[in-house]
């Protein structure tokens, strides 16, 4: 299980990105973090990626204090960062050289079948279109078999159409590997579509005032009702959540909706 304990995060420069932020997220679970800008969504994932430590609180996964990066947590972000001077092979396998060779080469192509890349293993980052490009970023950190896979705007700026075909594409991966999936992004059809949770924050200081259980079973039709009933409950929750409050007044915990 991941958990978010009661985090702040305050910069050098007095700037508080996160106030009290709490959250678990059970092993398997796919949950959506959305909010307006400046809520400190991003900052939240470099947190539990151990990127950044937080001013207070703590981060755990499965009762361990993320203290520093872990193999076990992979993290995309919104541009694949992919190094040009490697094949998709050897980006995907960046992580992994203290593996046996053999070892390496099998998980490396395992993988590539999995995003639909087989045919791409020899190609060069300047040769993949976004989307493909995005796959592999994808690949790279699901390669070291992580528990969990936190995922930052990914698809924001792909086209509509490239970034539902990835949308659903990030579900089969999810249906192969099963991680946990903890994602940030500002597209509430996204969130009504992937999550099983979507977690509403208000900024200035960050934390969360919401949480949606969508109860959705998949397959979902993202043009069915369920889907739009959901996009609504979050756009409610969204729009409260962006409402300036009384100076002073102390915001409840996340509220269940």
Same mark, same amino acid.
Request: aromatic residues 6%; proline residues 7%.
């Given at each position: 299980?991941?958990?978010?304990?009661?985090?702040?995060?305050?910069?050098?420069?007095?700037?508080?990105?996160?106030?009290?932020?709490?959250?678990?997220?059970?092993?398997?679970?796919?949950?959506?973090?959305?909010?307006?800008?400046?809520?400190? #969504?991003?900052?939240?994932?470099?947190?539990?990626?151990?990127?950044?430590?937080?001013?207070?609180?703590?981060?755990? !996964?499965?009762?361990?204090?993320?203290?520093?990066?872990?193999?076990?947590?992979?993290?995309?972000?919104?541009?694949?960062?992919?190094?040009?001077?490697?094949? %998709?092979?050897?980006?995907?396998? *960046?992580?992994?050289?203290?593996?046996?060779?053999?070892?390496?080469?099998?998980?490396?192509?395992?993988?590539?079948?999995?995003?639909?890349?087989?045919?791409?293993?020899?190609?060069?980052?300047?040769?993949?279109?976004?989307?493909?490009?995005?796959? %592999?970023?994808?690949?790279?950190?699901?390669?070291?078999?992580?528990?969990?896979?936190?995922?930052?705007?990914? +698809?924001?700026?792909?086209?509509?159409?490239?970034?539902?075909?990835?949308?659903?594409? !990030?579900?089969?991966?999810?249906?192969? *590997?099963?991680?946990?999936?903890?994602?940030?992004?500002?597209?509430?059809?996204?969130?009504? +579509? !992937?999550?099983?949770? %979507?977690?509403?924050?208000?900024?200035?200081?960050?934390? *969360? %005032?919401?949480?949606?259980? !969508?109860?959705?079973?998949?397959?979902?039709?993202?043009?069915?009702?369920?889907?739009?009933?959901?996009?609504?409950?979050?756009?409610?929750?969204?729009?409260?959540?962006?409402?300036?409050?009384? #100076?002073?007044?102390?915001?409840?915990?996340?509220?269940?909706?």
């Amino acid at each position: 299980m991941l958990l978010v304990e009661s985090v702040n995060k305050t910069y050098p420069n007095g700037a508080q990105a996160l106030d009290h932020a709490s959250l678990g997220v059970n092993a398997g679970e796919i949950v959506a973090v959305v909010g307006g800008s400046g809520c400190g #969504k991003s900052t939240l994932l470099r947190l539990i990626a151990g990127l950044d430590p937080p001013t207070r609180g703590q981060v755990q !996964l499965d009762g361990e204090t993320i203290r520093s990066p872990l193999s076990a947590i992979g993290l995309v972000f919104q541009e694949p960062r992919l190094l040009p001077w490697l094949t %998709v092979a050897q980006n995907i396998g *960046f992580g992994l050289y203290a593996l046996p060779h053999d070892e390496r080469d099998r998980i490396v192509n395992d993988v590539l079948q999995h995003v639909g890349l087989a045919d791409y293993a020899n190609s060069w980052p300047r040769e993949l279109s976004g989307g493909q490009a995005q796959r %592999v970023a994808i690949a790279r950190a699901l390669a070291p078999r992580p528990k969990v896979l936190l995922l930052d705007e990914p +698809f924001s700026s792909l086209d509509a159409f490239t970034r539902a075909s990835l949308q659903e594409h !990030l579900l089969d991966l999810w249906e192969a *590997f099963r991680p946990t999936l903890v994602l940030v992004t500002h597209d509430v059809e996204e969130a009504a +579509f !992937l999550a099983d949770r %979507v977690f509403v924050m208000r900024p200035r200081p960050g934390r *969360f %005032v919401a949480t949606i259980d !969508l109860g959705i079973a998949r397959p979902r039709d993202r043009y069915g009702v369920e889907i739009e009933d959901a996009k609504r409950r979050i756009l409610g929750a969204l729009d409260r959540s962006l409402r300036p409050h009384p #100076k002073g007044e102390e915001l409840a915990p996340a509220a269940a909706i």
